[in-house]
């Protein structure tokens, strides 16, 4: 498995403010993916962001509002920006580790998130 | 990009007793794997089940896949205290491509 390590781990902040979340990993990555879970619910993708090329985004997120830096195969950043109550969420990043423990699939593992609310 | 539906929404069983989770999907799938998060932490991850197997075991864990039905179950056998936490499936199709969360278990494991 990978060790994966978010900072901060929990932040409150005031609206109109950016956060910036690091994820680092202990080991070198070609797919990060970063992942939204609102308050009593499931995950919902973000981005996916590959080392040396633009952030892919999902329906209804913008590079403006949560870009993303991703400068080499162990770190990536999420920043939330100009930040409005319903931005309250833990915001994950995974990784995807091929074959080590699945016979030849990909797992995906999680960092322990940030736990954002904005006030 | 929810794709999987986990049932029960939550789940209440005494220590010693089994606990099972299911978890049906839409699509095809590459493989299945299952996730605790315990009390809003980060996701743990449990198994990992192919596309082409039909039964998995982790210590006190089972999963199985049926891609006819579109179903996977969890069964966590001689459940404790310590497993109580949320339990979710996702699914994805193939290597470079997110996972698709369910909407997640609440398991509740009372001494």
């Known amino acids: 498995s990978a060790v994966i390590s978010q900072k901060p781990s929990r932040d409150i902040c005031q609206r109109g403010t950016s956060l910036t979340i690091q994820c680092q990993v202990d080991s070198q990555v070609t797919m990060m993916f970063w992942y939204r879970q609102q308050p009593g619910q499931s995950l919902t993708l973000i981005a996916t962001a590959n080392q040396g090329s633009e952030a892919t985004y999902e329906s209804g997120f913008v590079i403006d509002k949560f870009p993303i830096s991703r400068p080499n195969l162990t770190f990536s950043t999420l920043t939330v920006s100009n930040m409005s109550p319903e931005d309250s969420s833990i915001y994950l990043c995974?990784?995807?580790?091929?074959?080590?423990?699945?016979?030849?699939?990909?797992?995906?593992?999680f960092g322990p998130g940030t736990r954002l609310l904005v006030l | 990009s929810q794709q999987g539906e986990e049932d029960p929404q939550a789940l209440s069983i005494q220590e010693g007793e089994n606990a099972t989770m299911n978890c049906s999907y839409k699509t095809s799938i590459n493989n299945l794997q299952w996730y605790r998060q315990n009390s809003g932490r980060g996701l743990v991850h449990l198994i990992l089940i192919r596309s082409n197997e039909r039964e998995k075991h982790s210590g006190r864990l089972r999963v199985t896949l049926d891609t006819s039905k579109k179903s996977s179950s969890l069964l966590i056998t001689a459940s404790r205290a310590a497993d109580t936490a949320s339990y979710f499936c996702a699914t994805d199709g193939y290597s470079g491509y997110a996972l698709n969360f369910g909407k997640g278990t609440s398991l509740l494991v009372t001494p």
């Open positions: 995974s990784v995807e580790i091929f074959g080590r423990t699945s016979g030849g699939s990909e797992t995906q593992y």
